[in-house]
Nanobody, 124 residues
Framework: LVQLVESGGDSVPFGGSLRLSCRIT????????VAWFRRAPGPEREGVAS????????YYADSVKDRFTISQDSAANTVDLQMHDLKFEDSGMYYC?????????????????WGQGTQVTVSS
């Protein structure tokens, strides 16, 4: 059984910082890729950041580069998203997701397992 549980969502002021965490429960075969996605009001999910847990390779959406950092704690089996200089457009429901292998690290169709999400609201 694979389970992902996000935490850390909150309401933060414009320009503030927040750290999200994704706790992963999985069997003996670890899925390789973990990503954070977000959904603002509307149907589309935007890939924010992803990490290859085998070698630490990371990818970021242009909109969050130099502000967000994805990292893993292998011992705790968590993947965190540190967010700085938050903007109004960063508001949304944030989800973490797992994929075994993929070609497009920030495309949601590549990911097979999803958490329930945690809400981030950036306010003035």
């Amino acid at each position: 059984l694979v389970q992902l549980v996000e935490s850390g969502g909150d309401s933060v002021p414009f320009g503030g910082s927040l750290r999200l965490s994704c706790r992963i429960t999985e069997g003996t075969r670890r899925l390789k890729w973990v990503a954070w996605f977000r959904r603002a009001p509307g149907p589309e999910r935007e890939g924010v950041a992803s990490i290859d847990r085998s070698d630490g390779l990371t990818y970021y959406a242009d909109s969050v580069k130099d502000r967000f950092t994805i990292s893993q704690d292998s011992a705790a089996n968590t993947v965190d998203l540190q967010m700085h200089d938050l903007k109004f457009e960063d508001s949304g429901m944030y989800y973490c997701a797992l994929a075994r292998g993929l070609a497009q690290p920030l495309q949601d169709y590549e990911y097979t397992n999803w958490g329930q999400g945690t809400q981030v609201t950036v306010s003035s």
